[in-house]
């Protein structure tokens, strides 16, 4: 369902995801699956991600390619997938996870710094001795990136960045 240079993006995320988590201690298994899931509905078109993932924010409906985690999570529960766990984690890569998933964490973390992206580097050296702290870097850099160009921040992202607040 994905373009061949997206598929080469898959790969690198799912062995990255597996790699921060045997480093953690976490389901290697499981991060790897939703790593190889996590853009399943990324190439869908603007009326299909629409359709499989309403709009919860304005964000969303002008930006309808922001639904693609949401929408991926539909097309999955389709096709029979019930691991609540990967489920969350194909969802939540575009916003960042929620709490008290670490194989989410896994993921997002994986998407944004995997070697083929060539930025982030320190995040991904960060997330194999500290997962917390690699996820903590990764949302406060989105942020205030997007706050710096006065860019709004999906909610969900929001609400991420303030749990992860001391």
């Given amino acids: 369902m994905v373009k061949p240079r997206r598929f080469e ?29 996590h853009d399943v509905a ?4 603007d009326h299909e991600l629409l359709r499989l993932a309403p709009p919860e924010c304005d964000i969303d409906s002008a930006h309808p ?5 949401r929408a991926g ?4 529960e389709h096709w029979g997938v019930t691991d609540r766990i990967i489920l969350e984690a194909v969802e939540d ?3 960042g996870p929620r709490a008290g998933n670490p194989v989410s964490a896994c993921v997002y973390i994986a998407d944004v710094s995997e ?11 960060l997330a ?3 997962l917390n702290a690699a996820l903590s870097r990764a949302i406060t850099s989105k942020v205030i990136y997007l706050q710096g160009r006065h860019i709004q921040v ?13």
């Fill in 9 to 37: 993006h898959v790969l690198r995320v799912a062995e990255l995801a597996r790699d921060i988590a045997l480093a953690g201690g976490l389901d290697a298994e499981r991060a790897y699956l939703a790593g190889i899931l």
């Fill in 42 to 45: 990324r190439d869908l078109p």
């Fill in 65 to 69: 390619l922001a639904l693609h985690g």
């Fill in 73 to 76: 999570r539909t097309l999955l």
């Fill in 93 to 95: 890569h575009t916003t």
């Fill in 115 to 125: 070697p083929g992206r060539g930025v982030n580097d320190d995040i991904r050296a």
């Fill in 128 to 130: 194999l001795t500290d």
């Fill in 154 to 166: 999906h909610p969900r992202t929001l609400q991420t960045y303030r749990t992860l607040q001391p």
